[in-house]
């Protein structure tokens, strides 16, 4: 069963190292621009399905838009969004099949997660979480939240 994670971010650091390794291999992380929309959505559309477009969709409301993207040769291949089905909740997120497994998620995930630091919260959420629960301890120390399914989609109308 999914549940939601806590993430302490008064303990979360920047590693900039992570970052410096992606761009050795012309892989940027960086925050989606308006002007991105249409291809963003499009990108998680394709690879992710309608609901998360929808979630997706909603980040370019903000100002700052609340996604980040990884950018490789001009083209996404991977996004995280925060601020998204709720305030302080992160995602959703994912990463292209082929450039799993190199650290793109963890930077997508720590940029956000830094992003929400900086606008003053103390913890962050992270919404409905499946398989990706080791993911998650791993790279951010997250921590299961008890009986917290279907937390804040509790409300949602189902699909026919
Ligand atoms: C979850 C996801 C975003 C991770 O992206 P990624 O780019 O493969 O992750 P990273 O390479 O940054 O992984 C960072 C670390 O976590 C580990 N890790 C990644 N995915 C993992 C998983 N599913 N289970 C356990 N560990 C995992 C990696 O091995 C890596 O550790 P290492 O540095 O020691 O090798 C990606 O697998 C994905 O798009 N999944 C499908 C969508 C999804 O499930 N999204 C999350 C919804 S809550």
Redesign the pocket.
């Known amino acids: 069963m999914p549940h939601d994670m806590l993430v302490k971010l008064y303990e979360l650091e920047e590693k900039p190292e992570l970052f410096r390794k992606l761009e050795g291999k012309g892989i940027s992380v960086r925050r989606a621009m308006p002007a991105d929309k249409g291809r963003v959505v499009q990108f998680v559309q394709n690879n ?1 399905g309608d609901g998360w477009a929808h979630e997706c969709s909603y980040t370019f409301t903000a100002h700052p838009v609340s996604c980040f993207i990884a950018v490789r040769e001009k083209k996404v291949i ?1 996004f995280a969004c925060y601020d998204a089905v709720a305030k302080d909740v992160f ?5 292209y099949e082929k ?9 997508l995930l720590r940029s956000c997660l830094l992003a929400l630091k900086s606008a003053g919260y103390a913890y962050a959420v ?1 919404g ?5 629960a ?2 998650y301890e ?2 951010a120390g997250a921590s299961v939240i008890e009986n917290s399914f279907p937390g804040i989609y509790r409300n949602m109308i189902a699909a026919d």
């Not at 450039?99 to 998620?105: D, K, P």
């Open positions: 992710f991977g995602g959703p997120t994912g990463v450039y799993r497994r190199m650290g793109v998620g963890e930077a992270i409905w979480v499946e398989d990706a080791a993911f791993k790279t």
